[in-house]
């Protein structure tokens, strides 16, 4: 299986509608690859607040339309990263979007864990309910964005859901880069499972991006990392490993928590 990462540089010196043009382009030119991954909030910047409400779309706007046809003119699998969408009927949402390689739909998945610290995202933007699973002919995909990399209870749900290759969309910050790789490599590592992580470039309302998009095997190898410059990434893996790995390390059978409801006393 072959998979593009693009790390995108997010900066304010160019027009939300111009970056979406040039990212398209940039899917378009992943031909020959199963899954192209970008990432989070690329068309505003994970950090720029202000914006959030101005440049939100509804689920099918111009952002869907954009990478559903640049999806299909190439025939991948597409993790289109996360928009900040306006939901007619209540808050905004950090949702990122899954397109199949005819440009449909496959999935929306709503950002669960919002960051902040009661200001910022996370009181500008409500949170998602769901965990999302995406079936592709190699693999089962667990979406999460971002924050969510800091709670590992979401991925064990993801694995208990089928996932195989946890993908990460995600604005992380320069200074907390430290943090980035080290739970890349730890859910990976914990749920014998790939992780394809996208970060971006650039700098998002003052705040410097990490970049280092990383892609990790199931035993915590490091494949693939960008640097700190807008980049392609671009790996070949063997989703099979997953199964393998689990067979012959079989931890995830020795679980003891969390498969059951607490007894009561």
């Known amino acids: 299986m072959r998979a593009s990462v693009i790390q995108i540089?997010?900066?304010?010196?160019?027009?939300?509608?111009?970056?979406?043009?040039?990212?398209?382009?940039?899917?378009?030119?992943?031909?020959?690859?199963?899954?192209?991954?970008?990432?989070?909030?690329?068309?505003?910047?994970?950090?720029?607040?202000?914006?959030?409400?101005?440049?939100?779309?509804?689920?099918?706007?111009?952002?869907?339309?954009?990478?559903?046809?640049?999806?299909?003119?190439?025939?991948v699998w597409l993790h289109a990263g996360s928009i900040p969408e306006r939901d007619p009927d209540g808050p905004l949402y950090n949702t990122s979007l899954v397109f199949s390689p005819s440009g449909d739909l496959a999935a929306a998945y709503r950002k669960i864990h919002r960051f902040g610290f009661d200001k910022g995202e996370a009181v500008l933007m409500g949170a998602g309910a769901e965990l999302v699973t995406v079936r592709l002919p190699e693999t089962t995909l667990g979406l999460s964005t971002c924050y969510d990399l800091r709670f590992p209870?979401?991925?064990?749900?993801?694995?208990?859901?089928?996932?195989?290759?946890?993908?990460?969309?995600?604005?992380?910050?320069?200074?907390?880069?430290?943090?980035?790789?080290?739970?890349?490599?730890?859910?990976?590592?914990?749920?014998?499972?790939?992780?394809?992580?996208?970060?971006?470039?650039?700098?998002?309302?003052?705040?410097?991006?990490?970049?280092?998009?990383?892609?990790?095997?199931?035993?915590?190898?490091?494949l693939a990392r960008a640097g700190a410059d807008e980049e392609v990434l671009t790996v070949e893996f063997d989703p099979g490993k997953v199964a393998a790995t689990r067979e012959q390390f079989p931890a995830l059978k020795d679980r003891m928590l969390g498969l059951q409801p607490p007894r009561r006393p």
């Open 9 to 75: 540089a997010v900066n304010e010196d160019e027009s939300v509608e111009a970056r979406r043009r040039r990212v398209a382009a940039m899917v378009r030119e992943q031909a020959g690859s199963d899954l192209v991954v970008l990432p989070e909030l690329w068309t505003t910047g994970a950090f720029a607040y202000e914006a959030f409400g101005s440049e939100a779309e509804p689920l099918e706007g111009p952002t869907y339309e954009a990478m559903a046809k640049a999806a299909s003119d190439v025939g």
């Open 153 to 222: 209870e979401l991925f064990r749900g993801l694995v208990d859901a089928g996932a195989e290759t946890l993908v990460v969309s995600a604005g992380w910050p320069e200074r907390r880069r430290s943090h980035w790789t080290l739970l890349a490599q730890a859910r990976a590592v914990e749920n014998q499972a790939f992780v394809v992580a996208c970060g971006t470039a650039g700098t998002h309302a003052g705040v410097p991006q990490a970049g280092h998009s990383i892609v990790v095997d199931p035993w915590g190898e490091v």
